[in-house]
C-alpha cells in the first residue's frame, strides 16, 4: 500500500488564454477545475499505475467532496479529517504563445493544536500499514515546520518507508528524520544547500550531500532540462523528453509515483528512474491537473535516455 499525506487540499482552476498580458485584458480560451494537492496526485497515479493506494490528511466539509469522489473514481481510497470551510482554489494560467504556466495559489485555511494531533494519529495508523509514506506539498497556516520530521521519526521502525517532497523548512527539517528518499527540484535544492547549481554534476554532489545525511534515495526534477537519480554508488541522469506540454502541474507527483512504481516491483536503479521519467513526461501531456494517462506512461517507457554521472 501507498499512502500519501495531504495537508493543504486544492481545487486547481487551469485557464488557457492565446497570450498573456501583464496589467491588460485576458480572455480565457478554455478552463477545467480539478481536485488536487500534491498527497492527492500521488495517489492517483498510483492508483492509475496498478498500485494500492490511499490519501490521508485535511478535508474541507463545503466543497471537498470535488476531491474525495474523483479520488474514488480513480480508484484510490481517501482517510480524511473533516473540518468546516472551503477547498483553496489555486488558479492556474497557460500562455499558449510562451507555453508557460503562471500559478496564483492560495494559502489555506488556519489549522488548530486539536486538528494537527488528530491528523497526525490516523497519519500513522495508515502509514503503520503501508510500504510507502509520501510526504508531499505546502502546510496549511497552523502546521509547525517539523511536521514532516515528526512523522518521519514516528514510523522509525515500523517498517514503512518514508518519501519526503517537499521546500524550504520542511525539507531540511525533515532530512533530519532520514526519510527513505527525497525528490527535491532544482530549486529547492538549490535552497537546501545555500547555493546555485550549474550543472548536473553539482546538482549530483548536491544531491550526494542528502545521502551523507542518511537518505537512500534521492531524485532531483529539473523541468524541461530532465532529472537525476543517486543512491550513493551509482549517479544516472536523464535528458528532458521531447513530448507536448499542455501542463507542468503534477509532473513532480507524478515523477515520485513512478519511482514508487519500480520500487515496490523490486526494480534496478535505471529500470525505477527510467519509470519515473516517463510518468513525469507523461503528465505534462495531460490538460490541467488531469495527470498520467497510464498507456501513454508505458508507450514512454522505451523513450527515456539516461547516462552515469
Known sequence: ???????????????????????????????REDGSGKGVNVAIVTAKLGMRSQCV???????GHVITQRLEREGALGRFVHLPGAVRTNLKILDRSRGVITEVNESGAQVSVEQIEELTRLTLEYARASDYLVLTGSAPPGCPPGIYRDLIAALGGSGCRCVLDAEGEKLTLGLTGAPYMVKPNQYELELAVGRKLNSV???????????EKGVA?????????????????QSLYAPGMKVPVRSTVGAGDSMVSGILHGLTEGCELAE???RGVACASASVMTEGTQLVDAAQYRALLSGVEMRRV
Open 217 to 233: 534515495l534521492v531524485v532531483v526534477s529539473m523541468g524541461g532540462e530532465g532529472a537525476l537519480i543517486t543512491d550513493g554508488g
Open 272 to 274: 525505477t528512474f527510467r
Open 201 to 211: 554534476t553539482e546538482i549530483r554532489d548536491a544531491a550526494l550531500r542528502f545521502i
Open 57 to 63: 490528511g485535511f478535508m474541507y466539509e463545503s466543497n
Open 1 to 31: 500500500m501507498i499512502t500519501a499525506l495531504c495537508l493543504n487540499p486544492c481545487i486547481d482552476r487551469t485557464v488557457e488564454i492565446a497570450e498573456f498580458a501583464y496589467g491588460g485584458m485576458n480572455r480565457i480560451l478554455s478552463s
